[in-house]
């Protein structure tokens, strides 16, 4: 069975220091990864999506980067946090190319003060 | 570009009511159509989803019937419970997106009260 862990579980971090928030998926490889940030009460927004190692597409420019240094191993940073990078961070991987369902980690929520 | 559109932002029913939670998407594409759940503190879980005109998805009570003439994707329920207050969102693939993007809506938070 594919699982799905994200790291860590919640941040409270200083307007900017840098962040670093990480995922592993094990039992499925070569999965299709992804990015999502949820702002407090609103929609998820997808931020980064790789395909493969080495490999990551931008979706949205929010002063974050991300990085996928394994097969099984997705990354998400930024050196100089925002009070608007608050919310919750969400890994999410794949089956197929567009027409399978994500499946989610449990998320990282981060607080910038 | 691709976009979902619920209506509801926030529903508050009593145990037993009627659920519907409308849904509408506009897509250049034929879309594949998902409506997933999301309980505090968790990442969202696929509820079902459909990929042709007329499909039917279910699960749990819920259900939805993909409409292309109308474009939407209502999510309906016929007794909801306590247990399934949580946010309900609608969302899209669409497969001519050139970078794999799955588009949600806004959401809906569902409150049942016993």
């Known amino acids: 069975a594919q699982t799905i862990h994200q790291w860590p579980v919640a941040e409270i971090k200083a307007v900017g220091s840098p962040l670093s928030l990480g995922c592993t998926i094990k039992g499925k490889s070569s999965p299709n990864l992804y990015w999502y940030w949820q702002a407090t009460g609103g929609t998820l927004q997808q931020l980064f999506y790789?395909?493969?190692?080495?490999?990551v597409e931008s979706v949205v420019q929010l002063n974050l980067s991300a990085s996928r240094p394994k097969d099984d191993q997705f990354i998400l940073s930024t050196e100089k946090l925002l009070l608007s990078h608050s919310g919750f961070y969400l890994c999410a991987w794949r089956l197929g190319v567009n027409t399978g369902q994500l499946y989610f980690g449990e998320g990282s929520k981060l607080t910038v003060l | 570009g691709d976009s979902v559109t619920q209506t509801e932002g926030q529903v508050a029913l009593s145990e037993e009511d009627f659920l519907t939670i409308h849904c509408n998407y506009s897509a250049s594409g034929y879309p594949t159509l998902f409506w997933y759940v999301q309980y505090p503190g968790e990442g969202p879980q696929l509820l079902f989803r459909?990929?042709?005109?007329?499909e039917k998805g279910s699960s749990r009570g819920f259900e939805a019937t993909y409409d292309k003439g109308t474009t939407s994707f209502h999510l309906r329920k016929a007794s909801v419970q306590e247990s399934d207050s949580a946010v309900y969102y609608c969302a899209l693939s669409d497969p001519t997106s050139s970078f794999s993007k799955l588009v949600f809506g806004q959401g809906t938070s569902l409150s049942v009260v016993p």
């Open positions: 459909a990929s042709r005109d007329k």
């Open positions: 790789s395909i493969t190692v080495g490999q």
